[in-house]
T-cell receptor, first 114, second 109 residues
Framework: NAGVTQTPKFQVLKTGQSMTLQCAQDMNHEYMSWYRQDPGMGLRLIHYSVGAGITDQGEVPNGYNVSRSTTEDFPLRLLSAAPSQTSVYFC?????????????FGPGTRLTVT | DAKTTQPTSMDCAEGRAANLPCNHSTISGNEYVYWYRQIHSQGPQYIIHGLKNNETNEMASLIITEDRKSSTLILPHATLRDTAVYYCIVNNQGGKLIFGQGTELSVKP
């Protein structure tokens, strides 16, 4: 298994541009989520999905959209990039949605907005 | 979710056991204790989790006090590759993990 994969690894955007961060998993996991990590801080939840067609907001959803058309993919879309969205973005997945399921994280996408 | 308190940083000698404490005095009965670690610039890695009983796997042991208000992650024989930030998380909302600042563990030769 490749696990959780993310593309691109690095991205530079100008203010106002839009883009999509890709996330895929090959473990048939129902639950997927997106986090952002700012320098020196812990991860914060942006959006999550408990299955295909079902998404919900996390702690910091503003400025981001998500969709889940398949079990494998969970893209994160930045609508109009702002410098405050400069961060490292991690995608994660887990087998179930209960509290006893560990999450598997991707390698991250490092985004800079100028 | 209950909050956790961890030391900001710790040092450990290579080959020795690393004992990382975590306080979670407001934990509720259905909240699990999870440990993840993040090696520099990489995605977090799951280590271990438990509810009431002590747990052990190939990476570490988790000791939870009887009142569940604190726990200790034990890396039995720390190596240089164990240098990372270790996050203690208490969770009852499935995937909605709330990360704090964690403990920066430095394993020294």
């Amino acid at each position: 298994n490749a696990g959780v994969t993310q593309t691109p690894k690095f991205q530079v955007l100008k203010t106002g541009q839009s883009m999509t961060l890709q996330c895929a998993q090959d473990m048939n996991h129902e639950y997927m989520s997106w986090y952002r990590q700012d320098p020196g801080m812990g991860l914060r939840l942006i959006h999550y999905s408990v299955g295909a067609g079902i998404t919900d907001q996390g702690e910091v959803p503003n400025g981001y959209n998500v969709s889940r058309s398949t079990t494998e993919d969970f893209p994160l879309r930045l609508l109009s990039a702002a410098p405050s969205q400069t961060s490292v973005y991690f995608c994660a997945s887990s087998y179930g949605i209960g509290s006893s399921y560990e999450q598997y994280f991707g390698p991250g996408t490092r985004l800079t907005v100028t | 979710d209950a909050k956790t308190t961890q030391p900001t940083s710790m040092d450990c000698a290579e080959g020795r056991a690393a004992n990382l404490p975590c306080n979670h005095s407001t934990i509720s009965g259905n909240e699990y204790v999870y440990w993840y670690r993040q090696i520099h610039s990489q995605g977090p890695q799951y280590i271990i989790h438990g509810l009431k009983n002590n747990e052990t796997n190939e990476m570490a042991s988790l000791i939870i006090t009887e009142d569940r208000k604190s726990s200790t992650l034990i890396l039995p024989h720390a190596t240089l590759r164990d240098t990372a930030v270790y996050y203690c998380i208490v969770n009852n909302q499935g995937g909605k993990l709330i990360f704090g600042q964690g403990t920066e563990l430095s394993v020294k030769p």
